[in-house]
């Protein structure tokens, strides 16, 4: 059947036409922020700061960027946010992964208690005071674990990694592998792990972005600045310019100073942006496929 000859109806032409315009209208919204971005970071600080520049470059200069490379603390925190992440990405996978197999396993006693125990947790949570005083009294105030340990899973992860278990890995590949005198560890680590790659990829970009972008831990356990991941740095420099923006100088020169600088702070935050999200959108195309293919496993029932 020619499907060139069916012809659509109005309210057909009107749906489609519509649905394009949605479309359009939705990827304009999303590009400008990320035009606006790229421009601003190359642009002259004035024009930026006086909104001359609203969409493409104007008055364009690396100043920022290079300022960005000279600066040793912004580097500083780029290096942490790599550690912290690379080291958060393998222990949720360490932890995650052999919780969830466990899980899935019909053999395991009172699994679906053990599941809706830790449930609870997503929709209860011990509070901000409590988790900090344990974790003082853990003895992990200021060190990377207080960022890692309280974070090595999350129960959402759990649920969705059990849910691939339960329908992707074949239970009849398993038995097969039993007969043939396989333990559970080589079961797992031999069969399961190799037919696992679309799950460890979300889990890992879940984890990886989160641990990325996260701040708010180590604002409240890190208090050694050499400690601090990029996201901190980024914050202090929009603490600096919000400062500079409401400094007042009776001095013209010295005014004139602080709008230079607040000018720059403002030209290093947009190239901070870019240089920041640059690894995630980098990996990120790599990972899509399984991405997408981790949200619908983890939409099945489990």
Do not use: H
């Not at 493409?56 to 000279?70: D, M, N, Q, S, V």
């Amino acid at each position: 059947m020619n499907t060139k000859a069916i012809k659509m109806s109005t309210g057909d032409r009107v749906f489609v036409g519509f649905n394009y315009l949605f479309v359009i209208a939705a990827t304009l919204v999303v590009l400008y922020p990320l035009i606006y971005i790229i421009s601003a970071s190359v642009s002259d600080p004035s024009t930026v700061q006086s909104g001359e520049m609203w969409l493409l470059p104007k008055g364009f200069t690396w100043e920022g960027y290079e300022r960005i490379l000279a600066n040793q603390d912004i580097w500083m925190g780029y290096k942490n946010t790599i550690i912290y992440t690379v080291l958060a990405v393998i222990i949720n996978l360490a932890v995650t992964i052999p919780c969830a197999y466990a899980l899935s396993r019909p053999e395991l006693y009172g699994k679906n208690f053990f599941v809706k125990f830790m449930m609870i947790t997503m929709f209860i949570s011990g509070g901000m005071i409590p988790t900090y005083l344990l974790i003082k009294q853990l003895g992990m105030l200021n060190s990377i674990w207080a960022l890692l340990i309280p974070s090595a899973t999350g129960v959402y992860n759990i649920v969705v990694t059990r849910s691939f278990f339960q329908t992707t890995i074949p239970r009849e590949l398993e038995e097969a592998a039993i007969v043939d005198g396989c333990s559970d560890f080589r079961i797992f680590f031999q069969i399961v792990l190799p037919l696992s790659a679309p799950i460890l990829a979300v889990i890992a970009l879940f984890v990886g972005v989160g641990r990325w972008n996260g701040f708010m831990d180590a604002l409240i356990y890190l208090s050694d600045r050499a400690k601090f991941p990029l996201q901190m740095i980024l914050r202090e420099l929009l603490i600096l310019q919000d400062m500079s923006s409401n400094a007042t100088a009776s001095n013209a020169s010295i005014q004139e100073v602080l709008n230079r600088k607040r000018e720059l702070v403002g030209i290093i935050k947009y190239g901070i942006m870019i240089v920041s999200t640059l690894p995630i959108i980098v990996v990120y195309p790599f990972l899509q496929r399984y991405f997408v293919k981790g949200m619908l496993v983890g939409s099945l029932k489990g």
